[in-house]
T-cell receptor, first 112, second 110 residues
Framework: NAGVMQNPRHLVRRRGQEARLRCSPM?????VYWYRQLPEEGLKFMVY????????ESGMPKERFSAEFPKEGPSILRIQQVVRGDSAAYFC??????????FGPGTRLTVT | EDQVTQSPEALRLQEGESSSLNCSYT??????LFWYRQDPGKGPEFLFT???AGEEKEKERLKATLTKKESFLHITAPKPEDSATYLC???????????FGAGTQVVVTP
């Protein structure tokens, strides 16, 4: 069973551009989570989604950030008009039942 | 708000020198406490879930225990390949969301 897949693994964007991060959960997992890990900081929850629904977005910045998990295809985390402070590692996790979460390898976003 | 504090921040061990990592937590309505291992440049790797005080789980040289206020990760006779950052997280009344501690960086030298 393939693990959680994320792409791209590394992404470089100039300030003001858009970043799109993709996450394919493990087979049979319908719960998806996004976390951010800033340099020298711990993992912070951003958003929790199930197919076509946002369950909890309490950790998501109010502006420029959005997430979706469509009926078909991967979950997408979208960051509009990126700024230097958005540079971080973004991890996706999936779960079969909302308890144990299995993480992907992450996308490292660098904003220049 | 749920809070997780891990100690020590860093731990240097000789191969074979057993030790314990601490995770203290404050949470309303614990649904689960989770331990992960993270290697540099990689995503967290799931190790254990503990659901209630008194529960224990083991995997190779690792053993996790849980009380009402803290969890311990015991590393018995560690090897260099056990070098990693160990993360503790809790899931409280907010369904799904994990609150992580800052981690304990463990280095095991031959």
């Amino acid at each position: 069973n393939a693990g959680v897949m994320q792409n791209p693994r590394h992404l470089v964007r100039r300030r003001g551009q858009e970043a799109r991060l993709r996450c394919s959960p493990m087979k049979g997992h319908s719960h998806v989570y996004w976390y951010r890990q800033l340099p020298e900081e711990g993992l912070k929850f951003m958003v929790y989604l199930q197919k076509e629904n946002i369950i909890d977005e309490s950790g998501m910045p109010k502006e420029r950030f959005s997430a979706e998990f469509p009926k078909e295809g991967p979950s997408i985390l979208r960051i509009q008009q990126v700024v230097r402070g958005d540079s971080a590692a973004y991890f996706c996790a999936s779960s079969p039942d909302g308890y144990e979460q299995y993480f992907g390898p992450g996308t490292r976003l660098t904003v220049t | 708000e749920d809070q997780v504090t891990q100690s020590p921040e860093a731990l240097r061990l000789q191969e074979g020198e057993s030790s314990s990592l601490n995770c203290s937590y404050t949470v309303s309505g614990l649904r689960g406490l989770f331990w992960y291992r993270q290697d540099p440049g990689k995503g967290p790797e799931f190790l254990f879930t503990l659901y209630s005080a008194g529960e224990e789980k083991e995997k190779e040289r690792l053993k996790a225990t849980l009380t009402k206020k803290e969890s311990f990760l015991h590393i018995t006779a560690p090897k260099p390949e056990d070098s990693a950052t160990y993360l503790c997280a809790v899931q409280g009344s907010s369904w799904g969301k994990l609150q992580f501690g800052a981690g304990t960086q463990v280095v095991v030298t031959p």
